[in-house]
């Protein structure tokens, strides 16, 4: 008896012939060609007939298979398939070199220069939406034998199969085992048949994968999976996915499953229609790995795309008809408003900032920890996803992926929802509109509305009483318990300063506070906390919370004239190069105070210390990336290379933007990081307090002179940290484009920093030579 052999045959498995040598004794069979009759192992024959859906199994006339008949032949061979009565063959040539015949059947091929007598690769395809096919359900099918003039060819299957019915809806399917076998033949999809001892083995010709992934495409027809003859005693699991990579359905067995039957025949295992699967509940919100949870989908929605429904701002309920007639707070745009008011012109004031959830409409509509998203967590959005204008079944709109580590697979979609004016919608389509729970702090008849197409994503405000769609955010308010101001301010008539309260908890939920003066005819203050004194006199600048609960005050004392000569005084501290330091920060009037904080090349304190609302940065393809304006030393960064060709390498402040030299006028600029350096190296610093507050003495080695540098933390966002902790003061020297000079220190340190972007909110100590 010589040895078995076998022929690659691809439908749905893979079918191994083996079969004793004999002599082909036909006359009919030219002596220029060898006929070989194909037949089929009853472990196969069994599992194809009892399974398959034509419940038989047998050859077509023309059917083809590819052939090696040498080792490392560099292309297969193909033969068709004839019939005679109820026998099928293969005619092929004879060659002088030949020494043995490997086949496979359909779409499987071999893979050329791989072959020998004993084992041959095979390229098969892990996904095939088929037709039957001689072998019906089978998926690749394999033979060898080194018997070249053995007449009889048997076929065994050398793949496992999974069936399934996919539905329109359906666009990727994903199967794996529960315990995460090797299922799939490798990177490349090879498998590797081998044949030894009488028996056929079936392996990956690669690294195997846990997985299997079909793109159906949205197809609605039967679909096949080849996998490898494995168990799997936890069961399967089958995933199936939207156009837009959402899971929809599963399908999920924790029996155990062995896709080699009782007879050795491997199994086809039928999944079934998808559309008679049970859809996937999706878990409303998403995390994106930011403060909040935002949900998938908007209020008065079921799916992403749908628009859902529309509120007025503080409306809990949608309306036929939007207009300042029956909105809810007042029915003129200049008021009066009933509540969130900032300004005694537009109604009472009460200081609030942001909805209360009985006025939320996601809260309202949903419960639990869902809300509006205050305009912060909106612009914490916009700064850590990227945003691709898109469609999703058709409707166009944004699709925001985050940008966070771990967490850059999750998304959510927002549609182009446009907005109800009167009973009239507009921009469906093409912009999208929703609300924040924030109102505007310059226009009492506005709330903050991002507002989205597909060149920008702007935050904008609308009419309060516009229809705008609400997509909630999951997170638990954590109220203000503190808010910390400095207790008194001294200031010139005339002059500005500015208050930077501290609100605690560090993780309140709503972290802006607003301002307002016990008298405007001796001081006034901005939304920002800038105090301008009017008259002499004594007045009370209260902070509120952005909910009204919490309060606290500063006692100003406005003067005529500044006790210091000339309204800034400077120390010379004996350096080398003769530089005097003033005793005071820009924005302060006394050594101990903080003063303002500016971004570095900016001349005014500003609300948001951030990359997008900084001087000198344009910011282009939709907010995801920025070119510098002015103070630019890298091409690849520069606004203006189209126009004017190269940077303005400029690496020191011109005094037009210098803080001190603008604030402060005379010879007064900002120190650059030599004159910084200086400083360090020619002193001594002390951490100290002055009157109560935090900071560094730094005292001449030279002389007995000093000055106090206050612990005045830093501005982020609208984020005042590390105060009394920790002092940042800029220098005037450019470090790159994207950072500038500064220094820092804390109760155990005092160091130089060239690493912080150029938006941060720092302090400013003048010199002057």
Known sequence: MKRLFKLLALAIFVVVAASCAKEIQSDSVSDLFRRYDLSFSEPTKTELSGTGSKRSVSWNEGDGIKYYTQPNQSNAAAASVSLSGDKAYVTIPRGRSDEFINAVYGAAQLKSSTSIADCMYVSSPVKSNQSYTSFAEAHVCAAFSDDIENPNLQFHNAAAVLKFTSAASVHKVVFSGNNGEIVSAGTNGDLKISYADGRLSVASASTGGTSVTVATNGVESDFYIAVLPVSYPAGISVDCYDENDELIFTKKTGRAINMVSVHGGLKILNLGNMQEWTPVSLPVEVDLGLSVKWARYNVGATRPEEYGDYFAWGETSPKSEYKWGNYSYGTAKNGPFSEYVLDANYGTVDHKTVLDLEDDAAHAAWGNDWRMPSKEEWEELKSNCTWTWTTMNGVPGYKVTSRKSGYTANFIFLPANGMLSGSSVSDVGTVGNYWTSSISADYPYYAISPYLDSSSKSSGNCYRYFGLGVRPVQGEVVPVSTIDVSPTLEIVVGKTAALWASVQPANATYKNVTWSSSDESIATVSVNGKVTAVSVGMVTITA???????????????????????????????????????????GAIKPEE???????????????????????????????????????????????ADSTGSPDFKDVLDLEDDAARVNWGGSWRMPTDAEWTELRENCTWTWTTLNGVNGRLVASKTNSNSIFLPAAGYRYGTSLIAVGSWGYYWSSSLHNSDSAYNFYFDSGNVNRNRDRGRYYGYSVRPVTE
């Open 544 to 586: 509120y919370s952005a909910d009204a609960t919490k309060t606290t005050g500063c006692e100003v004392k406005v003067k005529e004239t500044a006790t210091i000569p000339n309204g800034h005084d400077y120390v010379d501290l004996g350096l080398p190069s003769g530089l005097k330091w003033a005793t005071m920060n820009v």
């Open 594 to 640: 903080y003063g303002n904080y500016f971004a570095w090349g900016e001349i005014e304190p500003q609300e948001y210390y951030l990359p997008t609302s900084y001087k000198w940065y344009k910011w282009y393809n939709n907010g995801e990336g920025y070119k510098v304006t002015k103070y630019c030393i890298d091409m690849s960064l520069w606004a203006f």
